[in-house]
């Protein structure tokens, strides 16, 4: 038989095994057409009755088709044995009809593929070793069942193979995301890089201020030098830590700091005033992000001791002021769009940049959803 092109030999044959799979789930279906069939060639009288029973059980037969669990299983299967990557079905999103739709096509189109493999194995392919045989089988011999039976059996590998191809080109297609999911991936993608900048990055401006500090009084002052290394190092922890709560957001939405967990935050440099009520979690934690954040910006933007205010007036209300720095107090970066993005989610806002001598950043977070 000719070596077959359409890719190496293991790739062929698991492919094979998936359509061979289709196969066996178009069995039941199989079956019961082959009995509807049945019932109309014993009597045809009764082919109204047979074609309304024929109409239920291939409306039943159909529910599988549009079922997430169906889907789930066939995204596994071409994952395995098809060699595609497809992102699995996010859990928390609903599946829209448009991809309830292409599941039910492809599963269709998987079922189709199945019973032609069947066939090319169960019939192609026998007549083909029988043709090797001289044609004996069949009560009539002769040098052209030689001949034929490469032909049938390289036209059965090439089929196999062929349909295994187009399995694997047609998946992508109609067991990938749709559009508004490759949306709703793009913007948790963007909410967890959100959760890192504002985690890791407050730790690691800390950290580059401590040791600025360190290295210009490290000969004059020893004491306070050891005293920032020490700061240094218990931040580094902490940002160990920030970051194992950030990686929790892939597994679970509720997980991450909340403003309980403030004293996280707050130095010997921060002069904290809190009067809060119980707060909605998402608010909670999207507040100790922009606290977080805006403390990030105080250092990076200003200079000197920082002043932090966070009262419940109705709406949560969060400001963080210090003296402006020396430097460029433009409020560019990402983390500043972060924190707007944030109050945008909920409703709110947030405003950052000089006021007069001063640096300040203002949120402003509904408690209640509008």
């Known amino acids: 038989m000719p070596a ?8 062929v044959m698991r492919r094979a095994v998936f359509l061979l799979l289709g196969a066996v789930l178009a069995l039941p279906y199989t079956i019961a057409a082959g009995f509807v069939a049945h019932l109309v060639a014993a009597d045809p009288r009764h082919w109204p009755r047979v074609a309304f029973a024929a109409l239920v059980i291939g ?29 699995g079905h996010d859990r928390g999103h ?34 083909g070793l029988i043709a090797l045989t001289g044609g004996e089988a069949f009560g009539r011999g002769g040098w052209w069942w030689l001949a034929a039976a490469p032909v049938i059996l390289a036209g059965a590998g090439y089929a196999v193979a062929g349909l295994g191809s187009l399995a694997a080109t047609m998946a992508p297609i109609l067991l ?11 913007a948790e993608r963007n909410r967890l890089a959100r959760e890192l900048h504002d985690s890791i ?21 020893p004491e306070f030098a050891r005293q920032a290394l020490t700061a240094i190092e218990e931040t580094g922890r902490a940002a160990a830590g920030e970051l194992d709560a950030v990686l929790g957001l ?33 608010v909670s934690r999207e507040a100790y992000r922009i606290v977080q954040e805006s403390l990030t910006n105080a ?20 400001t963080v002021t210090n003296r402006r720095g020396a430097g460029d107090a433009r409020p ?19 405003t950052a940049g000089p006021d007069g001598e001063n640096w300040r950043v203002t949120a402003r977070l509904p408690v209640r959803a509008r």
């Open 176 to 186: 990938g995301p749709s559009a508004s999911e490759r949306e709703h991936h793009l």
């Open 299 to 318: 250092a990076r933007h200003g200079t000197g001791p920082v002043t932090l205010r966070i009262r419940q007036e109705g709406d949560l209300m969060i």
């Open 250 to 282: 892939l597994r679970d939405e509720a997980t991450g700091p909340t403003l309980t967990d403030l004293d996280q935050l707050l130095t010997g440099a921060v002069q904290a005033s809190v009067t809060v009520g119980e707060l909605p979690v998402a």
């Open 332 to 350: 560019g970066g990402h983390g500043i769009a972060g924190m707007r993005e944030r109050a945008r989610l909920l409703g709110g806002r947030v």
């Open 94 to 127: 609903r599946m829209e009809r448009e991809t309830r739709l292409r599941s039910a096509l492809w599963f269709g189109l998987h079922l189709v593929s199945g019973v032609l493999v069947g066939a090319v194995l169960l019939i192609v392919v026998p007549v």
């Open 4 to 11: 077959i092109r359409t890719g190496r030999a293991d790739a």
């Open 59 to 87: 409306g039943l037969a159909l529910v599988p088709a549009f079922l997430s669990g169906t889907r789930e299983l066939e995204i596994t299967a071409a994952r395995a044995l098809l060699g595609v990557g497809l992102p």
């Open 201 to 221: 990055g407050h730790a690691l401006t800390a950290m580059t201020l401590q040791a600025g500090a360190a290295r210009a009084v490290f000969d004059s002052d």
